[in-house]
């Protein structure tokens, strides 16, 4: 199988060194030989039909900083032109999401599906502003879109909905989907400021380059959307949330709220309307995580309530997530 990475940070490099250490497990098991034949960064490119040595591309990548170093005899092409150029059966999407008008993911992902190419995407920015119109795309071309890392990291919050609860009716479900966010919420709890926990939760590398996307409910909204669209059969995009962040939460809403036997948390929820706000959670319920724990509760026609929990984010974690969606596109190619 022939991949192209789009993006070569943390979580495809976590990627790639999965790739390589569970080499003849993959095979073995699933039958999957796959081959990386294209990666970019944003300062250049590596490519080799055959498939690249990806212990020489992380080595080159931890150097210099970038993959371009790779084969100096190469020339040096845009990632779009090695979408459009190279023969490849998926296309994984890691570029940094974009809630504005969701590039260069977006371009990436629609050349891929439009040259027959399956996609996975850890991207949310596209996911979140165009799911149904990607999932209509990927239909008319036959091809699969999957994107099981944009919400819950590794754990598998998409596929547990999907597929354990297959066959239940999915009523409503509510979450806390940014861990980030909980950290500083649950710092704020044990009595250090907003102000000293955002430093706190920058200072251990939790927080976005662009602090909005947590602090004011952008990437819990994007993961909202995602999960609305997928699990509910909803059409919906990132305009139609109503979000609220945490900038405003100060020490009298976190001592009221214990004083109810709650803690504040940011809350994600699909029910009568699309939110993401800070609200009081019981402290006993199972979904009072602390932390950077995320957790999710779906609540089922006659299954009653579940609550799925687990970390986030990570690069080994998230990476995980692609390879469930890489041996999940092998199953289904095999079936046809």
Request: aromatic share 6%; net charge neutral; glycine share 8%.
């Amino acid at each position: 199988m022939r991949i192209i990475l789009c993006g070569f940070g943390v979580v495809a490099q976590s990627f790639s060194e999965l790739l390589e250490s569970r080499t003849h497990d993959l095979y073995s098991k699933f039958g999957l030989r796959p081959r990386i034949v294209g990666v970019f960064d944003s300062k250049g490119c590596a490519y080799d039909e055959t498939g690249l040595d990806l212990k020489k591309l992380n080595k080159i990548k931890k150097q210099s900083g970038t993959v371009r170093n790779y084969d100096k005899s190469i020339k040096q092409i845009s990632g779009k032109e090695i979408i459009e150029n190279f023969d490849a059966d998926v296309l994984i999407e890691t570029t940094a999401s974009n809630y504005k008008d969701a590039e260069p993911g977006m371009s990436h992902i629609i050349s891929a599906m439009k040259k027959k190419m399956h996609v996975i995407s850890v991207n949310k920015g596209p996911l979140a502003l165009a799911f149904p119109s990607l999932m209509e795309l990927a239909n008319y071309n036959q091809v699969m879109l999957r994107f099981s890392g944009t919400v819950g990291g590794g754990t598998p919050i998409l596929d547990y909905a999907k597929n354990s609860l297959r066959g239940e009716k999915i009523l409503s479900f509510q979450g806390i989907l940014n861990g980030t966010t909980n950290y500083i919420l649950t710092n704020m709890a044990e009595g250090m400021s907003f102000e000293d926990a955002l430093n706190d939760a920058k200072s251990k590398g939790y927080v976005e380059a662009d602090e909005a996307l947590d602090l004011d409910g952008l990437d819990a909204a994007a993961k909202l959307v995602i999960l609305a669209n997928w699990i509910m059969g909803m059409k919906v995009t990132m305009p139609d949330i109503i979000k609220k962040g945490i900038r405003k939460v100060n020490t009298n809403d976190i001592k009221n709220a214990e004083k109810n036997g709650s803690a504040v948390k940011l809350i994600a929820s699909c029910d009568k309307e699309l939110t993401v706000s800070p609200v009081e959670i019981k402290i006993n319920d199972p979904l009072c995580v602390n932390g950077t724990l995320n957790a999710i509760s779906f609540t089922s026609e006659h299954s009653g309530t579940q609550t799925i929990i687990g970390r986030g984010a990570g690069g080994t974690e998230t990476a995980s997530s692609i390879l469930r969606d890489l041996i999940d596109i092998r199953k289904e190619i095999t079936k046809s």
